[in-house]
T-cell receptor, first 113, second 112 residues
Framework: ELKVEQNPLFLSMQEGKNYTIYCNYS?????LYWYRQDPGKSLESLFVLLSNGAVKQEGRLMASLDTKARLSTLHITAAVHDLSATYFCAVGYSGGGADGLTFGKGTHLIIQP | ETGVTQTPRHLVMGMTNKKSLKCEQHLGHNAMYWYKQSAKKPLELMFVYSLEERVENNSVPSRFSPECPNSSHLFLHLHTLQPEDSALYLCASSRQVYTEAFFGQGTRLTVV
């Protein structure tokens, strides 16, 4: 069974600070996705990471993938209040009864002024 | 209209009712999904369809019945639900079953 673990699950931080969210997964995959969800809303795709060493950046967010370590990180630089949301990582896998994307539990991020 | 569209956005139903959720995608994708999101559990994958064939069914109770008549439409038929089935039901589609998924806005279901 494919398992995806995120940590931390809850993060409260101040504006201007840096922090990293971690996503570990249990089986070989080179497809890792990050999504954002605002309260009461659906999921919005942030990053698609498709190879070992992939790094993507958008504004204050940067995501990376290490397929050998089965680890992805989402780094937040100089956080601002607008980044408050829940962030999910998801691993893409096909076969073995686990077709589709398996999501982590999400990291609920609150950024305080 | 583009993207993934779900209807209705909100639904309140009694435990003896029968209702259906509808999902339509205009992205030309081959795979479609139903996810359940509740306060108590993370995103749970319920059903996966690839080219209109069901490829995944994660031990979902039979009171949930999916239907995929073509690659653009996906339904979730509901009958004799329980209050614990109240949740946000999200539909998604992707080019292949393991590629980036695009989500609809969800149906907020309340079972009374």
């Amino acid at each position: 069974e494919l398992k995806v673990e995120q940590n931390p699950l809850f993060l409260s931080m101040q504006e201007g600070k840096n922090y990293t969210i971690y996503c570990n997964y249990s089986t070989t995959s080179d497809r890792l996705y990050w999504y954002r969800q605002d309260p009461g809303k659906s999921l919005e795709s942030l990053f698609v990471l498709l190879s070992n060493g992939a790094v993507k950046q958008e504004g204050r967010l940067m995501a990376s993938l290490d397929t050998k370590a089965r680890l992805s990180t989402l780094h937040i630089t100089a956080a601002v209040h607008d980044l408050s949301a829940t962030y999910f990582c998801a691993v893409g896998y096909s076969g073995g009864g686990a077709d589709g994307l398996t999501f982590g539990k999400g990291t609920h991020l609150i950024i305080q002024p | 209209e583009t993207g993934v569209t779900q209807t209705p956005r909100h639904l309140v139903m009694g435990m003896t009712n029968k209702k259906s959720l509808k999902c339509e995608q205009h992205l030309g994708h081959n795979a479609m999904y139903w996810y359940k999101q509740s306060a108590k559990k993370p995103l749970e994958l319920m059903f996966v369809y690839s080219l209109e064939e069901r490829v995944e069914n994660n031990s979902v109770p039979s009171r949930f019945s999916p239907e995929c008549p073509n690659s653009s439409h996906l339904f979730l038929h509901l009958h004799t639900l329980q209050p614990e089935d109240s949740a946000l039901y999200l539909c998604a589609s992707s080019r292949q079953v393991y590629t980036e998924a695009f989500f609809g806005q969800g149906t907020r279901l309340t079972v009374v």
